[in-house]
């Protein structure tokens, strides 16, 4: 299955991007699709299902391995399949449960969907109408994936903490030593002075053999 969430630019410019995001069936129910409401699919064409909770469009894609992406220029996959549409879609395989595919099958009662077979609602082959294909890594800045720069200032954050939580307490120790010494120092000198007032005498010079 593939799964295309379409963005429109905030202008109302007739400019789109569409992020494709593919699955396979394997394993437990996918929590993401669960929340979008997934399993309970409408088969009335065009009907809309609410979404029961706030949902993150990132979250999908923070779910993948790496965040590779195939991109190109392309067209909506409906009729009259207009151009001029940016398209990316993510390398790796995401899963959705048997019990998921069915209620997506379920949800198209006039198309004859086989898995086995490939058989599905997929457009057929389009020219390719020299189109450029170009695999890119993503950065999402909203989201949870942290690009080089991001990571290299955490760590000198980091560094310069370390340092301060080790320097503060070395300086701290280092002026209260150099402290200690010169009161002990003072007190050493004081005392010398008052037990040479109470020994007015000159010290004598000790004898040599």
């Given at each position: 299955m593939e799964l295309h969430m379409v963005h429109q630019i905030d202008t109302g410019a007739s400019e789109f991007l569409v992020l494709g995001y593919l699955f396979n069936i394997g394993g437990a129910d996918n929590e993401w699709l669960k929340d979008i409401g997934y399993n309970t699919p409408s088969a009335t064409t065009g009907a809309t299902v609410a979404v029961a909770k706030s949902v993150d469009p990132w979250a999908m894609a923070k779910q993948m391995n790496n965040m590779e992406a195939f991109a190109y220029e392309g067209s909506f996959?409906?009729?009259?399949?207009?151009?001029?549409?940016?398209?990316?879609?993510?390398?790796?395989?995401?899963?959705?449960?048997?019990?998921?595919?069915?209620?997506?099958?379920?949800?198209?009662?006039?198309?004859?969907?086989?898995?086995?077979?490939?058989?599905?609602?997929?457009?057929?082959?389009?020219?390719?109408?020299?189109?450029?294909?170009?695999?890119?890594?993503l950065h999402i800045d909203n989201g949870g994936y942290l690009s080089a720069g991001t990571?290299?200032?955490?760590?000198?954050?980091?560094?310069?903490?370390?340092?301060?939580?080790?320097?503060?307490?070395?300086?701290?120790?280092?002026?209260?030593?150099?402290?200690?010494?010169?009161?002990?120092?003072?007190?050493?000198?004081?005392?010398?002075?008052?037990?040479?007032?109470?020994?007015?005498?000159p010290y004598q010079e000790v004898g040599k053999n």
């Open positions: 996959t409906t009729p009259p399949c207009t151009e001029g549409v940016h398209w990316f879609v993510f390398r790796e395989w995401n899963y959705l449960s048997k019990t998921q595919w069915n209620a997506f099958k379920a949800s198209i009662p006039t198309v004859s969907m086989v898995y086995a077979t490939g058989n599905g609602n997929y457009r057929p082959v389009q020219p390719l109408n020299s189109r450029t294909i170009t695999l890119r890594t990571i290299a200032g955490i760590v000198i954050a980091c560094v310069l903490a370390i340092a301060l939580l080790i320097g503060i307490p070395a300086v701290w120790w280092w002026c209260a030593r150099n402290k200690k010494r010169s009161e002990d120092a003072k007190t050493i000198a004081q005392h010398i002075e008052r037990e040479a007032e109470g020994h007015p005498q």
